[in-house]
Nanobody
Framework: QVQLVESGGGLVQPGGSLRLSCAASGTFLLSRHDMGWYRQAPGKQRELVAQITSDGSTYYSDSVKGRFTISRDQAKKSVFLQMNSLKPDDTAVYFC???????????WGTGTLVTVPS
């Protein structure tokens, strides 16, 4: 059974930084999954923030481009999101997502809360 567990959220002042981690457990190979970080702010839809594909290509939404960096450590079965220059609009629950294209299997973590006060 695959599980994704996020960590690293918290309260940070505007302009500050946080590093989110997503650790996978169970039989899981990062090299076979596209890994994404999504976020959901109160009253808003969940949105894709950053993604790293199975072949290592990265994608960022316009709202975080230049401030956030996604990376992975295959040996640790972990994906990271380095968030710099945080803004109040970044306040949301951040979710880790894994998509295996071979069979369209999708996994979600339970989320970690990031709060940037205005």
């Amino acid at each position: 059974q695959v599980q994704l567990v996020e960590s690293g959220g918290g309260l940070v002042q505007p302009g500050g930084s946080l590093r989110l981690s997503c650790a996978a457990s169970g039989t899981f190979l990062l090299s076979r999954h596209d890994m994404g970080w999504y976020r959901q702010a109160p009253g808003k839809q969940r949105e894709l923030v950053a993604q790293i594909t199975s072949d290592g290509s990265t994608y960022y939404s316009d709202s975080v481009k230049g401030r956030f960096t996604i990376s992975r450590d295959q040996a640790k079965k972990s994906v990271f999101l380095q968030m710099n220059s945080l803004k109040p609009d970044d306040t949301a629950v951040y979710f880790c997502n894994a998509h295996r294209s071979a069979d369209d299997r999708i996994y979600w973590g339970t989320g970690t809360l990031v709060t940037v006060p205005s």
